[in-house]
């Protein structure tokens, strides 16, 4: 630690108990110093300037200058890491400044200014020992989405998926092929770019494992459904996996994959002693390999750890394919640098040929000529 670099952070928060709070938790991490407070996003921008941080902490509800404000000038100046520190009740404040270029998020116990807010101490701490691994070159750039995609929901809801394993509505099918993702630190923004991305007849289902808090991966299906023309749904009980769906899994549960009848189903499970992480990448992999084998396309995104690289291995040993995400575009390199180790990996790509990559394995297949009668 002694010849670490020392992480320098600026708190940005308009109430002056976050800020001495903020910045007691900051200076107790070792290798860490707060080097300025500002109360809005205009003071912020100013220090941003003149004491060139490593890191910033953003509040996005303040007076003057907000944080998506800040957000938005602070990125097309220069691209410094930024970890939104809000509400719970934000939910979908925080999902537009992952999308103007924030890096991560922690949620704050309550809204209003309180002793809980110590409550994040431990979290911080590990959000701030990952910023040591960010570069700003790596950094996601802010999305150009649409307004549509950044207007709020009228409901905190999602659609409801089928809960009756195969009960098809007219239309639908089966997924007889899936594609499985796991991402972390950065993935929001990874994500939003694959969706968006994914073509309207779109050939397999999609499941996904993004380490997110409770709650918060309900807005995040809400805001994934509205980029493309794909149905993006929070994955709740037993759900059916037909073509073009994408479910997410809760963000305090795990997702596992299994036969259905004529096709697959998602079901949802409580974790287990044995998942390091919630949800787990792992689990789901697993489950994937074991009920559709060759049919499986296992896509490892930006996050910190070794999510996925465990799985990675049961799907190629069912015959499945395993890509990953370059460093070139991914946040925190850990999780696909540690699914190439298993030496399983088929291909490492940038996140937009990822995209390509997904939308060529989910291209519509012609029939079977040998499937007609003899």
Not at 209 to 221: D, G, L, V
């Amino acid at each position: 630690m002694a010849n670490e670099k020392v992480l320098k952070v600026l708190v940005i928060d308009d109430s002056a108990y976050n800020r001495r709070a903020l910045g007691e938790m900051l200076d107790g991490i070792a290798g860490v110093e707060v080097v300025g407070k500002a109360q809005d996003g205009e003071e912020g921008l100013r220090l941003a300037h003149t004491l060139q941080p490593d890191l910033i902490t953003l509040d996005l509800e303040m007076p003057r200058m907000d944080g998506f404000t800040f957000l938005r000038i602070q990125m097309s100046r220069q691209r410094i890491p930024v970890f939104v520190v809000s509400a719970h009740a934000s939910r979908e404040n925080i999902f537009r400044a992952l999308e103007l270029g924030a890096v991560d998020f922690v949620a704050k116990p309550t809204r209003r200014i309180s002793p809980q807010i110590m409550e994040i101490r431990d979290e911080l701490a590990r959000k701030v020992e990952m910023a040591r691994n960010l570069k700003p070159s790596s950094l996601p750039p802010p999305q150009p989405w649409s307004r549509e995609s950044l207007r709020p929901s009228p409901t905190e809801g999602v659609k409801t998926p089928e809960r009756v394993p195969m009960d098809w509505a007219d239309g639908e099918e089966p997924a007889a092929r899936v594609v499985v993702i796991a991402a972390s630190t950065g993935g929001p923004a990874a994500l939003s770019r694959l969706v968006a991305a994914l073509p309207q007849d779109f050939d397999a289902g999609v499941v996904v494992a993004q380490h997110m808090p409770p709650r918060f991966t309900t807005t995040f299906a809400e805001r994934l459904d509205r980029l493309g023309p794909l149905t993006v749904m929070e994955a709740t009980g037993v759900s059916s996996l037909r073509r073009g769906l994408v479910l997410v899994a809760p963000g305090d549960r795990c997702v596992e994959l299994a036969r259905g009848g004529e096709g697959f189903i998602v079901r949802e499970v409580e974790p287990s002693i044995h998942d390091r992480y919630v949800p787990s990448a792992d689990r789901l992999f697993r489950s994937a390999a074991a009920a559709a084998g060759r049919n499986v396309l296992a896509v490892v995104l930006t996050g910190m750890g070794d999510d996925g690289a465990e799985g990675a291995m049961f799907v190629a040993g069912a015959g499945g394919r395993v890509v990953v995400e370059s460093e070139e575009t991914a946040v925190i390199a850990g999780m696909p640098s540690a699914t190439v180790r298993t030496g399983v990996v088929e291909q490492v790509e940038p996140i937009h040929r990822l995209a390509g990559l997904i939308s060529e394995f989910g291209r519509p297949q012609p029939p079977s000529l040998g499937d007609g009668p003899a």
